[in-house]
Protein backbone atom coordinates (compact mmCIF):
# COMPACT_ATOMS: atom_id res chain seq x y z
CA UNK A 1 0.00 0.00 0.00
CA UNK A 2 3.05 2.25 0.45
CA UNK A 3 2.28 4.03 -3.12
CA UNK A 4 -1.72 4.52 -2.62
CA UNK A 5 -1.32 7.98 -2.26
CA UNK A 6 -0.88 8.57 -5.82
CA UNK A 7 -4.63 7.49 -6.17
CA UNK A 8 -5.99 10.84 -4.10
CA UNK A 9 -7.13 12.72 -7.45
CA UNK A 10 -9.31 9.95 -8.28
CA UNK A 11 -12.96 11.50 -8.72
CA UNK A 12 -15.67 8.53 -8.88
CA UNK A 13 -19.56 9.67 -9.61
CA UNK A 14 -17.95 13.04 -9.79
CA UNK A 15 -16.78 13.07 -6.14
CA UNK A 16 -13.91 13.18 -5.25
CA UNK A 17 -11.95 11.18 -2.76
CA UNK A 18 -11.08 13.55 0.16
CA UNK A 19 -15.12 13.89 0.26
CA UNK A 20 -16.15 10.57 0.85
CA UNK A 21 -17.48 9.45 3.98
CA UNK A 22 -14.74 6.87 5.32
CA UNK A 23 -15.21 4.71 8.16
CA UNK A 24 -11.20 3.44 8.99
CA UNK A 25 -8.41 3.11 7.13
CA UNK A 26 -9.57 -0.42 5.79
CA UNK A 27 -12.49 1.10 4.04
CA UNK A 28 -10.42 3.94 2.35
CA UNK A 29 -8.35 1.39 1.16
CA UNK A 30 -10.89 -0.52 -0.41
CA UNK A 31 -12.75 3.12 -2.27
CA UNK A 32 -9.30 3.99 -3.44
CA UNK A 33 -8.62 0.58 -4.99
CA UNK A 34 -11.94 -0.10 -6.49
CA UNK A 35 -11.42 4.10 -7.79
CA UNK A 36 -8.40 2.81 -9.46
CA UNK A 37 -9.87 -0.31 -10.75
CA UNK A 38 -12.74 1.85 -12.58
CA UNK A 39 -10.41 4.34 -14.08
CA UNK A 40 -8.74 1.60 -15.70
CA UNK A 41 -12.28 0.63 -17.07
CA UNK A 42 -12.69 3.73 -18.36
CA UNK A 43 -9.41 4.03 -20.45
CA UNK A 44 -10.54 1.01 -22.21
CA UNK A 45 -14.35 1.95 -22.28
CA UNK A 46 -15.26 3.42 -25.74
CA UNK A 47 -11.98 2.36 -27.37
CA UNK A 48 -13.18 -1.04 -29.22
CA UNK A 49 -13.66 1.04 -32.53
CA UNK A 50 -9.55 1.42 -32.70
CA UNK A 51 -9.42 -2.15 -32.90
CA UNK A 52 -8.14 -3.25 -36.49
CA UNK A 53 -7.51 -7.29 -35.52
CA UNK A 54 -5.79 -9.78 -33.86
CA UNK A 55 -1.62 -10.55 -33.98
CA UNK A 56 -1.14 -12.49 -36.70
CA UNK A 57 1.43 -15.70 -36.13
CA UNK A 58 3.34 -15.59 -38.98
CA UNK A 59 6.55 -18.42 -37.77
CA UNK A 60 10.01 -18.72 -36.29
CA UNK A 61 13.28 -16.51 -37.57
CA UNK A 62 16.64 -17.90 -36.21
CA UNK A 63 18.16 -14.04 -36.16
CA UNK A 64 16.69 -10.52 -35.74
CA UNK A 65 18.67 -9.86 -39.49
CA UNK A 66 16.63 -12.75 -40.65
CA UNK A 67 13.60 -11.16 -39.44
CA UNK A 68 14.69 -7.66 -41.00
CA UNK A 69 14.41 -9.66 -44.41
CA UNK A 70 11.37 -10.22 -44.49
CA UNK A 71 9.42 -9.10 -47.51
CA UNK A 72 5.79 -6.68 -47.73
CA UNK A 73 5.14 -7.89 -43.96
CA UNK A 74 1.18 -6.95 -43.14
CA UNK A 75 0.36 -4.54 -39.52
CA UNK A 76 -0.03 -7.68 -36.76
CA UNK A 77 2.52 -10.08 -38.46
CA UNK A 78 4.44 -11.70 -35.48
CA UNK A 79 7.51 -13.57 -35.42
CA UNK A 80 9.44 -14.95 -32.83
CA UNK A 81 13.40 -15.00 -33.20
CA UNK A 82 15.47 -17.72 -31.96
CA UNK A 83 18.90 -15.82 -31.00
CA UNK A 84 16.81 -13.34 -28.72
CA UNK A 85 15.33 -15.87 -26.42
CA UNK A 86 12.40 -16.35 -28.21
CA UNK A 87 11.10 -12.93 -27.87
CA UNK A 88 8.18 -11.54 -30.30
CA UNK A 89 8.53 -8.94 -32.64
CA UNK A 90 4.83 -7.77 -34.43
CA UNK A 91 4.95 -5.52 -37.46
CA UNK A 92 3.87 -1.72 -36.87
CA UNK A 93 3.68 -0.89 -40.47
CA UNK A 94 7.16 1.10 -40.26
CA UNK A 95 9.14 -1.38 -38.17
CA UNK A 96 9.13 -4.24 -35.90
CA UNK A 97 7.69 -3.71 -32.20
CA UNK A 98 9.38 -5.91 -29.73
CA UNK A 99 5.85 -8.10 -27.46
CA UNK A 100 8.50 -9.67 -24.94
CA UNK A 101 9.46 -13.16 -24.28
CA UNK A 102 7.50 -16.11 -26.46
CA UNK A 103 4.00 -16.48 -24.65
CA UNK A 104 0.04 -16.62 -26.24
CA UNK A 105 -0.47 -14.77 -29.59
CA UNK A 106 -3.99 -14.71 -30.52
CA UNK A 107 -3.22 -16.00 -34.07
CA UNK A 108 -5.41 -17.72 -36.70
CA UNK A 109 -5.90 -20.93 -39.04
CA UNK A 110 -3.95 -20.36 -42.05
CA UNK A 111 -6.01 -19.86 -44.48
CA UNK A 112 -8.92 -18.69 -41.97
CA UNK A 113 -11.01 -15.06 -43.12
CA UNK A 114 -11.09 -13.66 -40.01
CA UNK A 115 -14.70 -14.10 -39.67
CA UNK A 116 -14.85 -16.06 -36.55
CA UNK A 117 -12.45 -13.62 -34.24
CA UNK A 118 -14.84 -10.83 -35.22
CA UNK A 119 -18.11 -12.95 -34.08
CA UNK A 120 -16.88 -12.48 -30.86
CA UNK A 121 -16.99 -9.16 -30.16
CA UNK A 122 -20.02 -6.76 -29.93
CA UNK A 123 -19.35 -3.15 -30.82
CA UNK A 124 -22.74 -1.33 -32.15
CA UNK A 125 -21.44 1.10 -34.01
CA UNK A 126 -22.78 2.97 -37.31
CA UNK A 127 -20.85 2.46 -40.44
CA UNK A 128 -23.29 4.18 -42.91
CA UNK A 129 -21.08 6.90 -43.56
CA UNK A 130 -17.70 5.21 -42.92
CA UNK A 131 -17.97 2.85 -45.86
CA UNK A 132 -20.21 2.75 -48.85
CA UNK A 133 -22.03 -0.35 -50.10
CA UNK A 134 -18.92 -1.06 -52.53
CA UNK A 135 -16.52 -0.44 -49.90
CA UNK A 136 -18.15 -2.95 -47.72
CA UNK A 137 -18.86 -5.46 -50.32
CA UNK A 138 -14.63 -5.31 -51.49
CA UNK A 139 -13.50 -5.71 -48.09
CA UNK A 140 -15.43 -9.06 -48.26
CA UNK A 141 -14.30 -9.68 -51.57
CA UNK A 142 -10.87 -9.32 -50.23
CA UNK A 143 -11.56 -11.43 -46.82
CA UNK A 144 -11.10 -8.23 -44.75
CA UNK A 145 -12.81 -7.88 -41.61
CA UNK A 146 -11.30 -4.97 -39.81
CA UNK A 147 -13.24 -2.63 -38.96
CA UNK A 148 -16.52 -4.62 -38.86
CA UNK A 149 -17.68 -5.98 -35.56
CA UNK A 150 -21.13 -7.70 -34.41
CA UNK A 151 -23.89 -5.00 -33.53
CA UNK A 152 -22.67 -2.38 -36.63
CA UNK A 153 -25.26 -0.96 -38.92
CA UNK A 154 -26.03 0.45 -41.43
CA UNK A 155 -29.15 2.86 -41.95
CA UNK A 156 -30.84 2.73 -45.58
CA UNK A 157 -34.23 3.56 -47.42
CA UNK A 158 -36.26 0.85 -48.21
CA UNK A 159 -39.61 1.43 -49.72
CA UNK A 160 -42.51 -0.79 -49.50
CA UNK A 161 -46.55 -0.99 -50.00
CA UNK A 162 -46.10 2.94 -50.40
CA UNK A 163 -44.20 3.37 -47.46
CA UNK A 164 -40.64 5.09 -46.99
CA UNK A 165 -38.71 4.78 -43.87
CA UNK A 166 -35.16 4.71 -42.29
CA UNK A 167 -34.28 1.20 -41.30
CA UNK A 168 -31.14 0.05 -39.74
CA UNK A 169 -29.57 -3.24 -40.89
CA UNK A 170 -27.77 -4.74 -38.43
CA UNK A 171 -24.57 -6.88 -38.35
CA UNK A 172 -25.85 -10.04 -37.23
CA UNK A 173 -23.25 -12.94 -38.11
CA UNK A 174 -19.84 -12.99 -40.16
CA UNK A 175 -19.99 -15.77 -42.98
CA UNK A 176 -22.79 -17.97 -41.57
CA UNK A 177 -23.73 -19.42 -44.36
CA UNK A 178 -20.24 -20.35 -45.88
CA UNK A 179 -19.74 -23.42 -47.24
CA UNK A 180 -23.45 -24.56 -46.88
CA UNK A 181 -26.12 -25.09 -49.92
CA UNK A 182 -27.08 -27.76 -51.68
CA UNK A 183 -24.08 -29.03 -54.35
CA UNK A 184 -26.52 -31.48 -56.00
CA UNK A 185 -28.00 -28.89 -58.40
CA UNK A 186 -30.58 -31.81 -60.39
CA UNK A 187 -32.39 -32.00 -56.95
CA UNK A 188 -34.38 -29.10 -55.67
CA UNK A 189 -36.54 -26.25 -56.10
CA UNK A 190 -35.60 -22.84 -58.00
CA UNK A 191 -37.23 -19.93 -56.49
CA UNK A 192 -40.19 -20.20 -59.43
CA UNK A 193 -40.79 -23.84 -58.05
CA UNK A 194 -39.28 -25.19 -61.56
CA UNK A 195 -36.79 -28.35 -60.64
CA UNK A 196 -33.26 -27.80 -59.99
CA UNK A 197 -31.29 -25.03 -58.06
CA UNK A 198 -29.72 -21.69 -59.39
CA UNK A 199 -27.36 -21.13 -55.90
CA UNK A 200 -25.64 -24.30 -54.91
CA UNK A 201 -22.79 -24.04 -52.01
CA UNK A 202 -22.16 -21.00 -51.08
CA UNK A 203 -18.39 -20.09 -50.73
CA UNK A 204 -18.21 -16.08 -50.71
CA UNK A 205 -17.77 -13.91 -47.41
CA UNK A 206 -20.98 -11.86 -46.60
CA UNK A 207 -22.49 -10.69 -44.02
CA UNK A 208 -25.95 -11.60 -42.47
CA UNK A 209 -27.71 -8.80 -41.67
CA UNK A 210 -30.92 -8.35 -39.20
CA UNK A 211 -33.24 -5.09 -39.57
CA UNK A 212 -33.34 -3.92 -36.10
CA UNK A 213 -37.40 -4.00 -36.15
CA UNK A 214 -40.24 -5.65 -38.44
CA UNK A 215 -40.00 -4.01 -41.73
CA UNK A 216 -44.10 -4.38 -42.07
CA UNK A 217 -46.55 -6.92 -40.68
CA UNK A 218 -47.77 -9.44 -42.94
CA UNK A 219 -49.89 -12.97 -42.62
CA UNK A 220 -47.72 -16.12 -43.33
CA UNK A 221 -51.25 -17.38 -45.11
CA UNK A 222 -55.03 -16.24 -45.90
CA UNK A 223 -55.72 -19.12 -43.52
CA UNK A 224 -54.94 -20.28 -40.64
CA UNK A 225 -52.81 -23.49 -42.61
CA UNK A 226 -49.29 -24.61 -42.60
CA UNK A 227 -50.05 -26.91 -45.92
CA UNK A 228 -46.84 -27.33 -47.93
CA UNK A 229 -44.85 -26.03 -44.98
CA UNK A 230 -42.33 -23.04 -44.64
CA UNK A 231 -41.87 -23.02 -48.94
CA UNK A 232 -45.39 -23.43 -49.23
CA UNK A 233 -46.66 -20.02 -47.08
CA UNK A 234 -48.09 -17.06 -49.23
CA UNK A 235 -45.61 -14.90 -47.08
CA UNK A 236 -42.62 -16.92 -48.63
CA UNK A 237 -43.47 -16.08 -51.78
CA UNK A 238 -43.72 -12.62 -51.23
CA UNK A 239 -40.34 -12.12 -49.75
CA UNK A 240 -38.71 -13.91 -52.91
CA UNK A 241 -40.49 -11.30 -55.28
CA UNK A 242 -41.71 -7.36 -54.07
CA UNK A 243 -39.86 -7.76 -50.59
CA UNK A 244 -36.63 -9.06 -52.57
CA UNK A 245 -37.27 -6.16 -55.18
CA UNK A 246 -37.90 -3.42 -52.34
CA UNK A 247 -34.95 -4.43 -50.25
CA UNK A 248 -32.31 -4.96 -53.37
CA UNK A 249 -33.49 -1.38 -54.87
CA UNK A 250 -30.67 1.44 -55.42
CA UNK A 251 -32.33 3.26 -52.43
CA UNK A 252 -31.48 0.44 -50.13
CA UNK A 253 -28.84 -2.78 -50.66
CA UNK A 254 -28.29 -1.61 -54.11
CA UNK A 255 -27.67 -5.56 -55.42
CA UNK A 256 -25.29 -6.78 -52.98
CA UNK A 257 -27.96 -9.30 -51.63
CA UNK A 258 -26.67 -12.81 -51.65
CA UNK A 259 -29.17 -15.14 -53.20
CA UNK A 260 -28.30 -18.69 -52.01
CA UNK A 261 -29.87 -22.42 -51.44
CA UNK A 262 -31.67 -23.88 -48.48
CA UNK A 263 -33.24 -26.77 -47.26
CA UNK A 264 -36.46 -25.88 -46.20
CA UNK A 265 -39.83 -27.81 -45.02
CA UNK A 266 -42.64 -28.36 -47.77
CA UNK A 267 -44.93 -30.74 -46.89
CA UNK A 268 -46.75 -30.98 -43.21
CA UNK A 269 -48.60 -34.19 -41.59
CA UNK A 270 -51.17 -32.42 -40.12
CA UNK A 271 -51.85 -35.87 -38.12
CA UNK A 272 -48.77 -35.90 -36.82
CA UNK A 273 -47.23 -35.03 -33.08
CA UNK A 274 -45.90 -31.98 -33.12
CA UNK A 275 -42.41 -31.28 -30.84
CA UNK A 276 -44.00 -28.50 -30.04
CA UNK A 277 -45.55 -30.30 -27.00
CA UNK A 278 -48.73 -31.59 -25.68
CA UNK A 279 -51.86 -30.72 -27.60
CA UNK A 280 -49.92 -29.85 -31.01
CA UNK A 281 -51.03 -31.74 -33.73
CA UNK A 282 -48.64 -31.47 -37.38
CA UNK A 283 -45.46 -31.42 -37.87
CA UNK A 284 -43.20 -30.74 -41.11
CA UNK A 285 -42.59 -33.97 -42.12
CA UNK A 286 -40.29 -33.47 -45.51
CA UNK A 287 -37.88 -30.83 -46.87
CA UNK A 288 -36.60 -29.63 -50.00
CA UNK A 289 -33.07 -27.85 -50.99
CA UNK A 290 -34.72 -24.57 -52.46
CA UNK A 291 -33.65 -21.60 -53.87
CA UNK A 292 -34.24 -18.15 -52.51
CA UNK A 293 -33.03 -14.33 -52.03
CA UNK A 294 -34.18 -13.44 -48.59
CA UNK A 295 -35.57 -16.06 -45.63
CA UNK A 296 -37.39 -16.07 -42.58
CA UNK A 297 -35.43 -16.85 -39.77
CA UNK A 298 -35.50 -19.94 -37.21
CA UNK A 299 -36.37 -20.47 -34.00
CA UNK A 300 -32.96 -22.40 -33.53
CA UNK A 301 -30.86 -19.04 -35.12
CA UNK A 302 -32.89 -16.95 -32.45
CA UNK A 303 -32.99 -18.54 -29.05
CA UNK A 304 -30.58 -20.98 -30.00
CA UNK A 305 -32.55 -24.14 -29.59
CA UNK A 306 -36.15 -25.56 -30.87
CA UNK A 307 -39.56 -24.40 -29.19
CA UNK A 308 -42.46 -24.50 -30.90
CA UNK A 309 -40.42 -26.05 -33.87
CA UNK A 310 -42.71 -29.02 -35.25
CA UNK A 311 -39.83 -30.90 -35.94
CA UNK A 312 -36.33 -31.12 -37.08
CA UNK A 313 -37.03 -29.98 -40.51
CA UNK A 314 -38.24 -27.01 -39.68
CA UNK A 315 -34.47 -25.78 -38.54
CA UNK A 316 -31.97 -27.45 -41.57
CA UNK A 317 -29.24 -25.61 -42.19
CA UNK A 318 -30.41 -22.82 -39.79
CA UNK A 319 -29.74 -24.65 -36.84
CA UNK A 320 -27.02 -22.65 -35.15
CA UNK A 321 -27.60 -19.25 -32.90
CA UNK A 322 -26.86 -16.03 -35.03
CA UNK A 323 -24.02 -14.32 -32.97
CA UNK A 324 -25.85 -10.90 -32.55
CA UNK A 325 -28.43 -12.64 -30.25
CA UNK A 326 -26.24 -15.06 -28.91
CA UNK A 327 -23.97 -11.71 -27.44
CA UNK A 328 -26.96 -9.35 -26.87
CA UNK A 329 -30.22 -11.14 -26.55
CA UNK A 330 -32.26 -7.78 -26.28
CA UNK A 331 -32.15 -7.45 -29.97
CA UNK A 332 -34.07 -10.65 -30.11
CA UNK A 333 -37.73 -8.55 -29.83
CA UNK A 334 -36.36 -5.09 -30.91
CA UNK A 335 -35.18 -3.72 -27.39
CA UNK A 336 -37.61 -0.91 -26.70
CA UNK A 337 -39.62 -0.96 -30.01
CA UNK A 338 -40.88 -4.93 -28.19
CA UNK A 339 -41.51 -6.09 -31.98
CA UNK A 340 -43.21 -9.45 -32.48
CA UNK A 341 -42.25 -10.96 -35.84
CA UNK A 342 -42.87 -14.37 -37.62
CA UNK A 343 -40.31 -17.18 -37.81
CA UNK A 344 -39.80 -19.70 -40.27
CA UNK A 345 -40.85 -22.58 -38.41
CA UNK A 346 -44.49 -24.99 -38.25
CA UNK A 347 -45.58 -25.34 -34.97
CA UNK A 348 -48.83 -27.25 -35.85
CA UNK A 349 -51.19 -27.88 -39.44
CA UNK A 350 -52.61 -24.26 -38.03
CA UNK A 351 -49.81 -22.29 -36.22
CA UNK A 352 -46.28 -20.89 -36.98
CA UNK A 353 -44.12 -20.08 -34.72
CA UNK A 354 -43.14 -16.22 -33.95
CA UNK A 355 -41.06 -13.87 -31.46
CA UNK A 356 -43.06 -12.36 -28.62
CA UNK A 357 -43.27 -8.41 -28.58
CA UNK A 358 -42.58 -9.00 -24.97
CA UNK A 359 -39.96 -10.84 -25.35
CA UNK A 360 -41.38 -14.98 -25.04
CA UNK A 361 -41.13 -17.65 -27.48
CA UNK A 362 -44.92 -18.15 -28.88
CA UNK A 363 -46.85 -19.53 -31.78
CA UNK A 364 -50.17 -17.94 -33.81
CA UNK A 365 -52.59 -19.05 -36.89
CA UNK A 366 -51.19 -18.58 -40.17
CA UNK A 367 -53.75 -15.68 -40.61
CA UNK A 368 -52.48 -13.44 -37.68
CA UNK A 369 -51.06 -10.31 -39.30
CA UNK A 370 -47.69 -10.22 -37.40
CA UNK A 371 -44.19 -8.43 -37.76
CA UNK A 372 -41.57 -9.75 -40.96
CA UNK A 373 -37.82 -9.31 -40.45
CA UNK A 374 -36.20 -11.38 -42.49
CA UNK A 375 -32.28 -12.26 -42.73
CA UNK A 376 -30.49 -11.04 -45.63
CA UNK A 377 -26.98 -12.22 -46.63
CA UNK A 378 -24.65 -8.76 -48.07
CA UNK A 379 -21.72 -9.46 -49.74
Known amino acids: MSNISEWSTIEVNNTHLDELTLSGEGALYTNKIMCAVKRKFDEV ?15 TKATYADLEAVQNPSVGDVYNVTELSGENFAWNGTSWDSQGAQGVVLTRDAGDDGAAF ?11 NVYTLAQLSTKLTNGDFSDLYIGDYITKSFTYGGTTKNVNFRFAHFNYW ?16 TAGNTYGQTTVNHIALV ?25 WAKLQSDVYTALNASN ?14 TTVDAAATSSAGSGF ?20 MVYGGQIFSSSG ?3 GCKKSQLRLFAIDPTWINGRASRSGWWLGAVASASLFAFVGGNGRANCSGASVSLGVRPLILFS
Open 281 to 300: LGSSNNWAWCDKHIGFMTES
Open 178 to 193: KYMGNIDNTNGKKIDG
Open 252 to 265: CLDGHILSYSDIIS
Open 45 to 59: DGKLDKVQGAFVYKG
Open 313 to 315: RDS
Open 211 to 235: PDVALFDDKMNDTDTTEGGVRGCAL
Open 118 to 128: HNCIYRGKNLT
